[in-house]
């Protein structure tokens, strides 16, 4: 076999495995949703929308802890609203503020943007409202108050995970609430100043206005530490704990290391070519996905077929197409 003909036979091994996979995939799944698929989103939405009612009632509400969003000015409304209405003595209800603030804030991002998933958005901001006066009510009605009794800093950690994790599973679900992120988009807009940027700048005045309304520095430097850990969490919950290595690997034996993944790693990955910055010599890339635990093996063939290859092993945090996790939209 020539060269040539040997290289593109690797070539379409490393493919192999992945085209299959694809081409069954094809044939047995549907991308259109069906009832059951859409019955499930609602279902973990409304689960979602319960986990994080949980971690505003019991962790961050009693401790006034305001993470920005509509749920942090609703917190702060709530306490300096306290006796002032006869009917609620303790103050407006946080669930039913944040509808207040959600509604027209739903109106004005559908005529702003386009909202690819407003029934589930609806049925995100209700469900989470609903939770979070509900939960209220039974913790007053049977004196639960803060699971963390006296311990502000737990309270915001666990509270900040929980309230990371309902957010998670409702952003996988395809769900989201309109809360002030459509300020800070319109915001961005009007500007050009990066949407991340602008929605910093809107929480960070709603911590500024926790601030004076509560007279407490410590308030405002509890609610960002929640921020943050709830972010993080967020990102944890989304794209789960990777233990898969992306690898790279420059060669002058790329045909007989592809070869050797293939046989001995059973896996599959990319022949791509390339050239050296320094003296314009053309080379050969290899590109494959491995599990971590099998990197010291690759690592092992590799040298003992060329050592002076050059490997570079990077984090793969999500992977998605042929052969891993699929690509379709849920």
Known sequence: MRPQEERHFIESLMYMPYNINLSLNRLLTNNTPTRKQSVRCY??????????????????????????GVYGLSIVIHYKTAGWLQWFPSGIPIGSMALLFNVPLLILATKAFNIKYIGRTIVTF??????????????????????????????????????GFGVALILKARGTSAGTDV???????????PVGYTII????????LGLIAFGDLK???????TVLVYGKMVDLFMQGLSFDKAVFIISEQTDEIAAQIIRTLRRGGTIFHGKGMYNGTEKEIIYTVIDARKTMKLRQLVHQIDPKAFITILDAKEILGEGFAPLAEE
């Open 126 to 163: 209700v469900a989470t409202a609903l939770f979070v006066d509900g939960l209220t009510w039974l913790s007053v009605r049977f004196d639960v108050g803060a699971l963390a009794k006296e311990d502000i800093l737990l309270s915001c950690l666990y509270g900040s995970a929980i309230l």
């Open 183 to 193: 300020l800070a988009k319109i915001l961005s807009k009007r500007t050009n100043i």
């Open 219 to 225: 308030i405002p430097m509890y609610s960002l530490f």
């Open 201 to 208: 700048l809107v929480d960070s005045l709603i911590v500024l």
């Open 43 to 68: 279902a973990q939405i409304v689960f979602g929308a319960f986990v994080v009612a949980v971690a505003y009632v019991f962790f961050i509400t009693p401790y006034k802890i305001i993470p920005g």
